[in-house]
């Protein structure tokens, strides 16, 4: 394999040698901040979640800043390689595996600019989903998410890349910052891992990594760090999304108001006290949009266009009624069409919503669902679509091009979950025009301002008890409002007028980056002056 890797490299051209940015010159020049950004979804490539989009747009738009960003990933079976250019295997790491070892090969390619490090262990990655299959999470991902967080680490200097600062996201990049920690800092403090800091993104909440302690030998994980306070434990479990909020140098969260949210009381999924011992070291950034892909002034997904110097709102009223009609849906500019994109599960909120489905649908309001969700919640919307025919329609499965179709056209986005991991979809909603209703402690305040409380600023409509009544209180205020034409016109107008570029996004990301890079070379610098 090495010597393949070998004549491989000797036989690219000159010009590819001096543009590799694994060379020894390239790295020996100054540069920009360098981020290793380490993801199980990159949109492009494979989406499960919205962590997908955000990977990619924050990729995305720190590049357009100037910071030398590079994707590391597992190479799953769903990934569509085809729109990487220069696709090439460019090394391998041997890591271990329980008393085992494991051999990782590492493939190279571009999207956009951008490079992406695909990770490729047949048996774990290349075989499998990113996160399991339709029986549920694979069994194994601890051992696989292992093996990842390892591989990654150990790849810096295989590829001659040493980042500034690892930026970490959700639970399967948890173990990162331990591993760092535990095999690097003291063992090679001048191996690329050691010197680059770790920047913790939580995501979502609610999938949290969580496995029985049986595993912390075939993990590598000593069973003194099996505590609560400054451990991996929870629960009397080990937790993967903990211990990336323990070791990792900067905790971030997808909103301030998040930030200060997570060390409250049953606001933090159980990890309140980890987040309140990390208070200091958390920040909170919102998430942005591709104003490139989701721009209904130009988007070429809609039947017509339209944008906030529509005083009338024409181009709206004519995509909502080409969706109804593409729909089967009943016709009318009166009847309100709500959407809801997503997972189809209680993490989404789908369990308070499927208590009051009916009573929506019979209270005048046409309702598209488009998502995933086990087979026997497809049956049961299928029914209602059935018993609801013109007023109910499902979309199975996440279809792209539908979604700007659905969101040019509807006129409310319902969105249900107790905590949403990023104001993405919410952000692109109001961004079409479309007005959020949303629970309103999950996260989102800082995207959207409540109706209820500022009636001349609001932006969406909350609702307080994340029940089915409840959310039922938020679907009512909103179409109250709905019937009173004029005033709901200047509400979809502020809507359109919100401003969530991804520029702004990164340029907030740069700041926490650097202040991740000051911690890193400041303990650096503590630890050699005490040698």
Partial sequence: MRAALRSLHERQSPFRAFCNPESTESQAAPGPLKVAFVTPELNSLVRRTNLAEISESLTRALKASGCDVRVFMPYSSDIDSSALKELVLVGEVEVPDGEAKRTVRIWRGLLGEVFVYLFDEEELFRKRHPYGDADGPYPDNWRRFSV?????????????????????????????????????????????????????????LAIQGAFE????????????????????ELGGRVNYLKAGIEFGTIIGTHSPAQATRVVELDRGYGLEECFRRREKEIVGISNGIDYHAWDPKTDPLLPHTFSKDDPELNGKRKCKTALQSALGLDNGARIPVAAIIGRFDSDSGFDILGEVLTKVLESNIEVVLMGTGQPETIERIKTMESSFQGRCRLIDGYLGNTAHAILGGADMMILPAHHHASNSLCAIAQRYGTVPILYAHSGLRDTVTDVAESPEEGTGFFFNSHTGPGLMQGIDAARTLFKEAADWKKLVHRCLAQDFSWQVTADSYLKAYRRVTRRTKGKIAKKRGGE
């Fill in 148 to 204: 990842f967080a390892r591989a990654v680490l150990a790849s810096l200097e295989t590829l001659r890349f040493s980042p500034d600062v690892i930026h970490c996201l959700d639970w399967t990049t948890g173990l990162i910052p331990l591993f760092r920690k535990l095999e690097y800092l003291d063992a090679k403090p001048k191996h690329a891992a050691s010197k680059a800091g770790t920047y913790m993104m939580v995501q979502n």
């Fill in 213 to 232: 302690r049986e595993i912390l030998p075939h993990i590598g994980i000593p069973f003194d760090l099996f505590h609560d306070v400054d451990g991996v």
